[in-house]
Structure formats: structure tokens, C-alpha cells
């Protein structure tokens, strides 16, 4: 049986939205949107961390989940958090998960801090995905990549 390996991955929020539709969540509500969302699988693990950037960790079991795996939970429990947000509006939302893994070394000797090997996770709430990755250059900054050192999942038109 092959010895089990452990992924990690460290998440950010950009919140591109008009606080008239969802509210934007602070650390400590965005942290429990994974611990809680994430926690009907019992191969992943979350806790909150105390950096200026990554705010959620998440431990994973590569033989189960893959990155992008992961990454489309991480949108499936921000998406029902949401929806339980909406009161009765409807809403036009897109999440993008963007995720890279780290070949650099890290910023600090913080256990916070985004290791080489890890995956650094955006969480991106928006209401034009296109033009949020147009204006990030996601295009020409992950050209040449592989899904080994990259990923994206996008869910567009969401809450409508």
C-alpha cells in the first residue's frame, strides 16, 4: 500500500464585489466558511492561520484529492455559504479558485508562511471573471504551465 502524502495549501481572499450584494467576510468568517464547508470530508483539515496574507490552511491526502480536487470544494463551500447570504436577491456572482504551486523560497520562517512544494490558493469573489483575469494577466503569466505547477476553477453566473 503506498505511503500516505500529505499537500498543503494556503488560501487568500480577494473580494471584488459590491457590498450591496454578499457581504465581505472578515478572517474569522472566512476561515469557518473551509473549516465548516470542508469538514464532511475527513481527509482534509483546516484551520485558521495568523498571517498578513494566507489566512486559511488546508492539509490534504494527495492519493485522494488532487489540487484542482481540492480547490473545487474550497468553491463548492464558499458557494453555499453565499447562497445562504442572499435573502431572496438574486445575485450574479463568479469565484475563481487560482492556485500556484511555490518553487521559491518562502518570505519568513513563520509555520504560516507559504513553503516551497505548497500551493498558494486565490479566492476570488467577483462579478466579471474574465475581466479579473484579464487584469491579472492569467493568461500569459500561466502560459507554458502545467496542471503540476498550476490550476483554475472557475464558477461563473453563480447565485442567479
Known amino acids: 500500500m503506498p ?15 459590491s457590498e450591496n450584494t454578499v457581504p465581505e467576510l472578515n478572517r474569522d468568517e472566512f476561515a469557518q466558511v473551509f473549516i465548516d464547508g470542508l469538514s464532511k470530508y475527513p481527509q482534509l483539515k483546516c484551520r485558521q492561520l495568523n498571517h498578513p496574507h494566507w489566512m486559511v490552511e488546508i492539509l490534504f491526502e494527495t492519493q485522494i484529492f488532487s489540487p484542482p480536487q481540492v480547490g473545487e470544494k474550497c468553491a463548492e463551500a464558499l458557494i453555499e455559504k453565499r447562497i445562504t447570504q442572499k435573502n431572496g436577491k438574486d445575485l450574479i456572482v463568479d469565484v475563481l479558485i487560482l492556485g500556484g504551486l511555490k518553487k521559491t523560497p518562502p518570505l519568513s520562517d513563520s509555520p ?4 516551497p512544494g505548497e500551493w498558494g490558493v486565490d479566492v476570488v469573489e467577483t462579478h466579471a471573471a474574465e475581466t479579473f483575469l484579464n487584469t491579472l494577466q492569467w493568461d500569459e503569466k500561466t502560459a507554458g504551465k502545467t496542471i503540476e505547477n498550476i490550476f483554475k476553477v472557475e464558477m461563473k453566473n453563480i447565485l442567479a
Open 112 to 115: 504560516d508562511t507559504l513553503q
Open 3 to 17: 505511503e500516505s502524502q500529505t499537500g498543503r495549501m494556503l488560501l487568500s481572499h480577494n473580494f471584488e464585489l
